[in-house]
């Protein structure tokens, strides 16, 4: 029997509802590794129909910290430390970023994207404007079959959550829930050897939205 079960979504915008792919992952506690089934659903979705805060960053310009509508970004939060792709150590308290590396802003198409460092392939730290209980955001262009870390933190840099997302290739947005309440995130141990873009950040908090 699985204990602890989260859900973690992926939608293709360039593919019909053509298929369900049932896939192990594992999702790391910060002691204890879960091994549990995960329900992967690829189907059409509109980046601008998902729901939630959007994260505005048609405004935004290179730096290493980016402050814009709904969130600010930084290669890391204060209290870690890069060591090669890894990111270690656990954010202070408050959860508060700490500018690093250089975070770039690139034009595709029609709408900005974000890029940690010359490279594509740095970390990426994101603090909400408010608490959260769900995040979806696009990440590519990925040369399949790749992975990334994506740490989730409270407001009080406490770990919320943990999990190992398989990248899948071009552009995709991915969609997370049922994680817990958090304030940020930390994504990393990019190895797609091209690196990877990040827009359309949306999130919302179901809590306050449902009045529970």
């Known amino acids: 029997m699985f204990t602890n079960r989260k859900s973690v979504y992926y939608y293709e915008n360039t593919k019909l509802a053509i298929s369900i792919i049932l896939q192990h992952g594992g999702i790391k506690m910060k002691k204890t590794v879960i091994v549990l089934t995960a329900i992967t ?40 430390t890069l060591s090669g792709a890894e990111v270690v150590g656990a954010p202070s308290n408050p959860l508060t970023l700490s ?17 940690p460092d010359i490279n ?26 790749i992975s990334v870390k994506i740490d989730f933190f409270a407001s009080d840099g406490s770990l919320v959550h943990s ?12 969609y997370f829930k049922d994680l817990g309440v958090f304030r940020g995130l930390t994504i990393y141990c990019n190895d797609d050897p091209a690196g990877l873009r990040f827009y359309n950040f949306k999130y919302e908090n179901n809590l306050i939205a449902s009045g529970n």
């Not at 960053?57 to 969130?71: Q, R």
Request: charge should be negative.
């Open 99 to 115: 500018p690093l590396g250089d975070l770039i802003i690139e034009p595709l198409g029609t709408v900005n994207t974000i890029v």
């Open 120 to 145: 594509y392939n740095g970390p990426l730290s994101v603090i909400l404007d408010s608490d959260a209980t769900f995040i979806s955001f696009v990440m590519g262009h990925a040369e399949s079959p």
């Open 163 to 174: 999990v190992d997302q398989q990248i899948y290739k071009n552009y995709n947005t991915y």
């Open 41 to 80: 659903i690829l189907f059409t979705f509109a980046g601008n129909a998902l729901p939630g805060q959007l994260i505005d960053l048609s405004t935004a310009n290179s730096a290493t910290y980016i402050k814009v509508p709904g969130a600010s970004f930084a290669q890391i939060f204060k209290g870690e």
